[in-house]
């Protein structure tokens, strides 16, 4: 198979950095610690005032003593210079926007025991007042473009809890769903969400849709006049990803009945965005929702009174995320996906004219744009958890450091993005963390970690858990295999109907990469990983000896028994079809058939009530290595979901991550 060719730079605005990156650190600095995870500030939401002064921000903090977390509003100043705390100790705070005239900074949250509502503070100072009085609460918001008028997404409220005031459930689920469960959610009842605008003089509420459907992602047509939002609104919406983007004027008064739809795609459009002339939305397009999750999202645009569409980016194969328009108007600004980073880049409204604006060794997780083409930007990198960058005339500043005192006292990793080949020929890439002091004559014993997904990509962020195995002498390989994005459709496509095969072998010949080099010692190596690292790893400890230690989180091994009982039945049809109309589809790809040739000790974890990967198949696999005699353990933490987040949890899952890798490996 020849190697894959990836899409030449057309145009660079900022500096590409090749090689190995070194962390800057002395000497005496020290080896980072489990425990530092939760000293770590993440950065998020960055969102520019009008005047370009300020760029508003979130900062969530953990505290591992009282096992909980908080999220605060922040702004610093374009320069960088000026800090300031703009919501205290006590109450999380999300979702900071600027109200048109850049007066206010508003915000979401639950106060005073109440429902998550809409928040606004004076820039200049003072208290912050409540805008928004919705008795269930708000699950989003944005501002009208004239500050007079919010648009807000609200949920039904459940007419028995509205009656009696209780928002405790006694009675039984009673279910009719097709899509009847969603991890994190819980059973799915018939409550949707729909659109509310709220005019702030007089707090009026006017509801402008409504229907058996969920509405998503409001955003205002420059006039002030009309609404753009996502929904689907097929006959049976659970059967297929077939959202759209539709039109609903702000005055609505039939409560939506009356709606444009802009987009007819088959698969999923999302995102939208209006031109600075109202005349054309943008939008984020699957143009081939059989592929499911392997499908490239696509930049497309539509006219925004509906009619034919054009998707810009389909030469480009490259997933793109958060479409706006720049604000004159003829170019388009996105986050683009590519071979283990995240860029900045933007497209004319013909197709050409590619560039990337924010390019490098880097992530870009998010930005902000004002009328005076200033961005702030959200970006981490290898050494370096997200900050918030101002890009001004062409100028890149980081403008907070949130991290700065404690990166300071630690001596980090080296991280290297490499490629080699696949068993087919097919070139690979992946990451090589490499423990401070790295001594070349050395043979490690080395890590091999597998992201989830599986379609996602390791990239240049900072990566915690990386840095925590190399703090502890393990060089640490990180693959994107086939089934990862960042590489294009195809290559993401390598695993569709045959996960633990070609991925398998590309996660492998990542290993034989160490090997080769001569930094890894081949009688010391670990494998594992959460979700589809966790599933894959299941692949590689069925079909080789060769690693002395596994770690298998929120993972899968026997698919059959999965349907019906987690959240993804439509993705297992698309994909496995039927499993009493295909059964030999899902059984060639269970692990769990292959478990006797399983000799590494395997550590297995997982949530109690995960229904993304639910712990029913983590149960089996322990239960069937116990029964043959293997080395195995099962943790199972309890009241979790697929993401492990109480503090004291994600500790305690560090620290056994260690002693186990310590005991079998090291």
């Given at each position: ?10 145009t ?8 190995p ?55 610093v ?43 606004a ?37 459940d ?27 819980g ?10 605008v ?11 849709t ?25 006959e ?28 007819t ?22 143009i ?16 925004a ?59 870009v ?5 004002n ?13 370096l ?9 062409g ?20 991280v ?26 050395f ?19 900072f ?11 393990y ?13 294009g ?63 298998t ?5 026997l698919?059959?028994?999965n349907y019906?009982?987690d ?17 030999q ?18 550590l ?8 993304n ?39 305690d ?14």
């Amino acid at each position: 198979m020849p190697r894959l060719k990836l899409i030449p730079v057309i145009t660079l605005t900022c500096l590409f950095v090749s090689g190995p990156i070194a962390a800057q650190s002395g000497a005496n600095n020290r080896l980072i610690t489990a425990e530092d995870f939760f000293a770590i500030k993440q950065v998020g939401s960055p969102n520019i005032s009008p005047d370009g002064e300020w760029i508003a921000y979130t900062v969530r903090e953990t505290n591992l003593e009282e096992d909980s977390s908080e999220t605060r509003l922040w702004m610093v100043s374009s320069d960088g210079e000026e800090l300031l705390a703009m919501t205290g100790v006590g109450s999380s705070a999300s979702s900071p926007q600027w109200s048109p005239d850049g007066k206010y900074l508003s915000f979401m949250a639950s106060r005073n025991d109440g429902e998550t509502q809409v928040w606004a503070l004076n820039r200049k100072g003072g208290e912050a007042v409540q805008l928004s009085h919705i008795e269930q609460g708000v699950n989003g918001y944005e501002w009208s473009p004239d500050g007079e008028r919010l648009v807000l997404l609200v949920t039904d409220q459940d007419p028995e809890e509205a009656a009696d005031g209780e928002d405790t459930k006694e009675g039984p689920w009673v279910i009719d769903r097709l899509q009847f469960k969603r991890d994190n959610i819980g059973y799915l009842d018939r409550l949707r969400t729909h659109l509310y605008v709220q005019n702030l003089d007089d707090d009026a509420v006017t509801q402008i849709t409504s229907g058996d459907y969920d509405d998503a992602q409001p955003v205002w047509s420059p006039d002030g006049t009309r609404i753009a939002f996502v929904s689907n609104r097929t006959e049976e919406p659970d059967a297929n990803s077939n959202r759209d983007i539709w039109v609903v004027s702000a005055d609505s008064p039939d409560a939506g009945a009356t709606l444009l739809q802009v987009t007819t795609n088959s698969g999923s459009d999302s995102s939208p965005a209006w031109s600075p002339d109202g005349q054309t939305i943008t939008y984020v397009t699957v143009i081939e929702p059989d592929l499911i999750w392997y499908a490239t999202n696509h930049l497309a645009i539509a006219p925004a009174s509906g009619g034919s569409a054009r998707v810009l980016t389909q030469r480009l194969d490259r997933n793109v995320s958060s479409p706006e328009f720049a604000t004159d108007g003829n170019s388009i600004q996105f986050i683009w996906e590519e071979s283990g980073e995240r860029h900045l880049a933007s497209i004319d409204l013909t197709g050409e004219g590619f560039t990337r604006t924010i390019a490098g060794q880097r992530s870009v997780r998010g930005f902000s744009t004002n009328s005076a083409g200033q961005i702030a930007t959200l970006i981490g990198e290898a050494h370096l958890p997200s900050e918030v960058f101002l890009l001004d005339d062409g100028n890149l500043q980081q403008l907070t450091h949130s991290n700065r005192p404690l990166l300071d006292e630690l001596q980090l990793a080296s991280v290297e993005k490499v490629q080699f080949d696949s068993r087919d020929g097919t070139e690979v890439e992946g990451f090589i963390y490499k423990p401070a002091g790295f001594d070349s004559d050395f043979r490690y014993p080395t890590l091999l970690r597998i992201h989830g997904g599986p379609v996602s990509q390791y990239d240049f962020n900072f990566n915690f858990e990386a840095q925590l195995f190399a703090a502890n002498g393990y060089v640490v390989v990180m693959v994107n295999p086939r089934g990862s994005s960042g590489y294009g459709q195809d290559f993401s496509l390598g695993i569709y109907q045959d996960w633990g095969t070609r991925d398998f072998e590309d996660v492998m010949a990542g290993i034989d990469y160490a090997i080769e080099q001569g930094f890894a010692d081949p009688d010391r190596l670990g494998v594992g990983g959460w979700s589809y690292g966790g599933i894959l790893t299941n692949y590689v400890i069925t079909k080789t000896g060769r690693f002395q230690g596994a770690v298998t989180g929120a993972s899968e091994v026997l698919y059959r028994s999965n349907y019906g009982h987690d959240h993804y039945q439509l993705q297992w049809e698309k994909e496995l079809g039927l499993p009493w109309e295909n059964p030999q589809a899902w059984e060639r790809i269970s692990p769990f058939n292959d478990v006797a040739n399983i000799t590494t000790p395997t550590l297995i974890m997982g949530g109690e009530e995960d229904w993304n990967v639910p712990i029913l198949n983590s149960e089996q696999l322990y239960q069937a290595l116990k029964r043959l005699g293997r080395t195995t353990q099962l943790v199972v933490y309890p009241g979790e979901h697929h993401g492990i987040r109480k503090p004291s949890f994600q500790l305690d899952r560090f620290e056994r991550y260690l002693d186990w890798y310590g005991t079998h490996v090291k």
